[in-house]
Every structure is written in structure tokens, then in C-alpha cells.
T-cell receptor, first 114, second 112 residues
Framework: GAVVSQHPSRVICKSGTSVKIECRSLDFQATTMFWYRQFPKQSLMLMATSNEGSKATYEQGVEKDKFLINHASLTLSTLTVTSAHPEDSSFYIC??????????FGPGTRLTVL | GENVEQHPSTLSVQEGDSAVIKCTYSDSASNYFPWYKQELGKGPQLIIDIRSNVGEKKDQRIAVTLNKTAKHFSLHITETQPEDSAVYFCAARGFGNEKLTFGTGTRLTIIP
């Protein structure tokens, strides 16, 4: 299957700082990428849909000014958690879409905000 | 919008036996149904998918069946092995919708 990478895999930051997470499609181009958040022992919660060259579409309840998404190229999307607080601690996972529906996921980024 | 229910939430199976996980969906227009396997601390891995024009698909020990009339689809794993232990998620994509709606997950444990 297609390969999607995320960087970093783990990050620990102080409250009030910003953190950037990168999502790359390594062997294919992805017009559309998705960002998910996953709490322990729960399902994946879609945060936003990222389309190359346009503004991201955020799900209801997700603050777009707090979770900044940029999809500047066909192989890279970034999620920036601004002014992070302990409640933002979570497992963030991106996916990239091939064709009209198949999504391949990255390995995830564990964010811990102290 | 689409709603996907998944059962059971936990499943323990003796090594070598079969495991079956079931999902139901609400949107009759949904036409794409993938299954993902997620190991602890990792991202979900696509293991098999099926589209609405097909009733069954098989890949080695894994198979998925789809009943469009009843709006349910199932994952079948035969000859289970310890490495099959993981959380499995089903998902559905509605027609004209970019998003996948996920089930709540099934924690599968293979007992050696």
C-alpha cells in the first residue's frame, strides 16, 4: 500500500507554545489529506479535510484558529497546534487519499502538553 | 449524516479459530467500506476494502462481505494468529462525501 509519514512521532511541549506536525505522502500525490484526533481507547475523530492549494474544511466544534492546517503541496500537509494546553494532549493522525475514496494513514504523532 | 455501528467491542479468539466483526451503516447511498487494523501506538493500516458493486472480497486469510439490503458488512479473519491481535475499525463513505465515518472499534485478542 501507499506510504504516509508523519513527523515528529512524539512531541512534548510547554503550555502556551505552538507545535507543528507534518504529514507527507511518500510515493504518491495527494490532493486531499485528512487530520484526525484519537483519544485513548476511542475511535478516530475527524478534525479537518485539507485540500491542496485551498483552505481546510473544519468539522463542527474544531477551532480553526487553534488548529492551523496548511496543504501547500501535493505531498505535504501540516497541522499547527497554536498556544497548546494540556487538554490538547492527544494522538494526532493524518491520512492521504488516493483516487476518490481510499485513505492511507500516517503512523501518528503523540502530543503531550505540560 | 452517516452512522456506523460496530460489534462486538471486544473479541477473544483461540489461535487458529476464526474471528468475525460486524458493522451496520445508516446511509443507503454509502458505497465504499474499508477495514483498518490499528496496533498500539500506531496509525490505522488499511487491510481490505469493498465497494457497493461487490458482495464479497477475499485476501488470503481476510475476507469482507457486504449486504446492501440489510446495510451491514462484516470482516472475517480465518486461521487467526497472535499477530492478528489489534483494534479493528470499520468505516463507510457516503456517495458524494469525501469523509469516512468510522465505527467504534473492536479489540481483538488472539489467545495462544
Amino acid at each position: 500500500g501507499a506510504v504516509v509519514s508523519q513527523h515528529p512521532s512524539r512531541v512534548i511541549c510547554k503550555s502556551g507554545t505552538s507545535v507543528k506536525i507534518e504529514c507527507r505522502s511518500l510515493d504518491f500525490q495527494a490532493t486531499t489529506m485528512f487530520w484526525y484526533r484519537q483519544f485513548p481507547k476511542q475511535s478516530l475523530m475527524l478534525m479537518a479535510t485539507s485540500n491542496e492549494g485551498s483552505k481546510a474544511t473544519y468539522e463542527q466544534g474544531v477551532e480553526k484558529d487553534k488548529f492551523l492546517i496548511n496543504h501547500a503541496s501535493l505531498t505535504l500537509s501540516t497541522l499547527t497546534v497554536t498556544s497548546a494546553h494540556p487538554e490538547d494532549s492527544s494522538f494526532y493522525i493524518c491520512s492521504a487519499r488516493i483516487g476518490i475514496d481510499t485513505q492511507y494513514f500516517g503512523p501518528g504523532t503523540r502530543l503531550t502538553v505540560l | 449524516g452517516e452512522n456506523v455501528e460496530q460489534h462486538p467491542s471486544t473479541l477473544s479468539v483461540q489461535e487458529g479459530d476464526s474471528a468475525v466483526i460486524k458493522c451496520t451503516y445508516s446511509d443507503s447511498a454509502s458505497n465504499y467500506f474499508p477495514w483498518y487494523k490499528q496496533e498500539l501506538g500506531k496509525g490505522p493500516q488499511l487491510i481490505i476494502d469493498i465497494r457497493s458493486n461487490v458482495g464479497e472480497k477475499k485476501d488470503q486469510r481476510i475476507a469482507v462481505t457486504l449486504n446492501k439490503t440489510a446495510k451491514h458488512f462484516s470482516l472475517h479473519i480465518t486461521e487467526t494468529q497472535p499477530e492478528d491481535s489489534a483494534v479493528y475499525f470499520c468505516a463507510a463513505r457516503g456517495f458524494g462525501n469525501e469523509k469516512l465515518t468510522f465505527g467504534t472499534g473492536t479489540r481483538l485478542t488472539i489467545i495462544p
